[in-house]
């Protein structure tokens, strides 16, 4: 648990650096500290959730710490921020807590089998909850199938359920899912 306090915690703080390097000043000022030259305005206002990365949007949601912490320890963090686009079924940090005492504590001690894990819920494409919800599985980047399942009651995937779909970053659109996937 301390390894995955702290992994979050530090993980938070570079991403938070990283998304917010100009500093806006009072009075109307411009920004000296990129050099950048533009107004208080423009360097202050906050990105659209469409201008963020999928790493940024899930940092700055405040709800998949776990997961973002996990990213960082599996060197994934550059991949999602990258191109794409992706298409990610995030779990929350309930989700995270849902698993057996000592499963997230082993997953950050053994790199290989996180990746396994983390990139279990990535498909490489955009894929909205529409066209999801129309396929029987995805292919995802590790290389395994995740069973995709639409009625009445909602979407799953890989038995997890989707609570909140269609959210949409710089590089791919996020799923929330209730559950963490295990290939």
Do not use: W
């Not at 001690?109 to 990746?115: E, Q």
Request: proline share 4%; aromatic share 4%.
């Amino acid at each position: 648990m301390k390894i995955r306090n702290v992994l979050s915690l530090s993980f938070s703080v570079l991403v938070l650096a990283a998304v917010s390097p100009r500093v806006a000043l009072a009075g109307g000022s411009e920004c000296s500290s990129c050099g950048c030259g533009k107004s208080k305005a423009a360097t202050s206002a906050a990105p659209s959730a469409a201008a963020k990365d999928i790493v940024d949007t899930a940092v700055s949601a405040g709800s998949f710490g776990t997961l973002v912490a996990a990213v960082q320890a599996a060197g994934l963090v550059d991949t999602l921020k990258g191109d794409g686009p992706f298409t990610v079924f995030l779990p929350t940090d309930e989700a995270f807590a849902k698993l057996p005492k000592g499963t997230i504590d082993a997953l950050l001690k053994d790199k290989a089998a996180l990746t396994k894990v983390l990139t279990y819920h990535v498909v490489a494409g955009r894929m909205p909850s529409g066209e999801a919800a129309k396929l029987t599985g995805a292919k995802t980047v590790q290389g395994g199938t995740l069973p995709i399942v639409a009625d009445a009651s909602g979407v799953k995937v890989g038995g997890a359920r989707v609570v909140k779909a269609d959210i949409e970053a710089r590089n791919g659109v996020i799923h929330v899912i209730d559950t963490v996937l295990l290939p």
